[in-house]
């Protein structure tokens, strides 16, 4: 995967460097490629996927992320300039939707996301707490007396899907509804003989998300769905198909993305059990800089596709309008020139500048929360099965990491403990009651 140079139409020189992060061999070659490109390509031309800028050091990611030139705009409705918005290759989906407001430019972008806001600052997400700690107790104790867990299905799956929904305004049970498409859209590859039954949950997922707009619409009850189903711009409601596309992104944003933090955290702290009572005894110091040690050395959202809005030089290199172009987000957070040692885990590193969360004004709006989630789950596990061990050879990856950096199984053992609560589904039940008690799914505004 030597880097070349090749010319452009314009006479320029521009490296070219084979990149393909959709394969097996990226996830298994991904920090030796990393070190690559950042020694002799930082931004460089691929020919794959129709051809496309890669950009992969720190200082190119984050100078292209707040280039205004730089488009995330989805054009499904082929109105503006045909843009193909984050993702590389273009997916075409059985319903043309944007995702979200990572797909929108300002100022439509802008306005969304003021809508969002209130219920996703972190004096919002604060309000949660005792409801994410009795969520991840009623996991843990579920199956705290066998001594045996699979971090994924019986923690990690469940707590930032429970949340989700709860902040949503959806009825909390439905996340078995949810849960399995969200995960297996990413992790099931086209050609799979599964892919149709994902695609059929997917589908069931979106109509009983456009069923609760729609109910919510007429029956109005607090969470980010009524939010959303209040907005108006220029005096005139969005379409159904601009919320739904919102919806989609906060539930693939509040689910998948956090599990895969969390999975991958406990597996190395598995590994590495000094370092493992080390957080636990002084968590206190290093909660917060592990917190984003992991996010940096993990990056569960590998990165976001772009589109070159006008012709320009941004970081040594010359961009087109319409070229497409790839931020890695994980490769930025490897670069030597601003992590020393950049691929070891450093629990109290200093100055972690990381781009797990994006850069400019796309940067994940969901990042109090999964910060919170994170660390709820990630305490309990260390005060209640502190002994844990993972069992590496029942563990699962995803076979790639073009899309998220995620886990489909992470069993472990440990000493068993004693329950301190009812199981799951009694309490779902309680949180339900909470949420409307307390109005956890209510906007948080200045005085309120």
């Not at 129709?50 to 030139?69: I, Q």
């Not at 045909?82 to 929108?104: C, D, K, Q, V």
């Not at 711009?233 to 379409?239: H, L, T």
Request: some cysteine; proline content about 7%.
């Amino acid at each position: 995967m030597d880097a070349q140079h090749a010319s452009t139409d314009s006479g320029r020189s521009r490296k070219l460097y084979h990149f393909d992060r959709h394969t097996p061999e990226y996830r298994g070659r991904f920090a030796a490629i990393t070190r690559e490109m950042h020694e002799k390509c930082p931004v460089a031309w691929t020919d794959t996927y129709g051809g496309h800028w890669v950009a992969a050091g720190h200082r190119e990611v984050f100078e292209l992320a707040r280039c205004s030139h730089v488009s995330n705009d989805r054009d499904y409705k082929n109105e503006r300039r045909g843009y193909l918005g984050i993702t590389i290759p273009f997916a075409e989906t059985p319903l043309p939707m944007r995702n979200g407001i990572l797909e929108m430019d300002d100022p439509e972008h802008r306005l969304f996301r003021a809508v969002l806001n209130p219920y996703l600052s972190p004096s919002a997400v604060r309000r949660w707490e005792p409801f994410i700690d009795e969520l991840v107790g009623a996991c843990l104790d579920e199956k705290i007396e066998s001594g045996r867990i699979d971090f994924v299905d019986d923690l990690a799956n469940i707590v930032p899907a429970v949340v989700t929904l709860g902040m949503l305004g959806i009825p909390l049970a439905k996340w078995v509804v949810y849960n399995e498409p969200s995960h297996a859209v990413v992790y099931t590859p086209p050609d799979s003989p599964d892919r149709e039954r994902v695609q059929e949950l997917n589908m069931a997922m979106g109509l009983d998300l456009l069923a609760n707009l729609h109910e919510i619409r007429a029956n109005p009850r607090p969470g980010l769905i009524d939010g959303l189903a209040r907005l108006e711009i220029d005096g005139e409601k969005p379409e159904d198909i601009d919320l739904l596309g919102m919806l989609g992104l906060l539930i693939g944003g509040g689910f998948d993305t956090t599990t895969a933090l969390t999975a991958h955290s406990l597996e190395w702290l598995s590994q590495h059990p000094g370092e493992r009572e080390t957080l636990s005894r002084e968590r206190d110091l290093l909660l917060n800089s592990a917190t984003e040690e992991f996010l940096r050395y993990f990056t569960p959202a590998p990165g976001d596709g772009r589109t070159i809005a006008a012709d320009c030089e941004i970081a040594g290199a010359q961009f087109e309008e319409g070229q497409r172009l790839w931020l890695s987000w994980a490769m930025a957070n490897r670069d030597p020139a601003v992590f020393p040692d950049p691929d070891t885990v450093v629990l109290d590193r200093k100055g972690n500048r990381h781009t797990s969360f994006g850069l400019g004004i796309h940067r994940c709006i969901g990042s109090n929360l999964a910060r919170t989630v994170f660390k709820r789950m990630l305490v309990a596990v260390l005060d209640r099965m502190p002994d844990f061990r993972c069992v590496p050879e029942q563990t699962v990856h995803y076979d790639t990491i073009g899309v998220i950096q995620g886990m489909r199984k992470l069993p472990a053992t440990f000493t068993p403990g004693r329950r301190f609560g009812p199981g799951l589904d009694d309490t779902l039940i309680a949180l339900e009651r909470m949420i409307d008690e307390h109005e956890l799914a209510a906007p948080v505004t200045a005085g309120s």
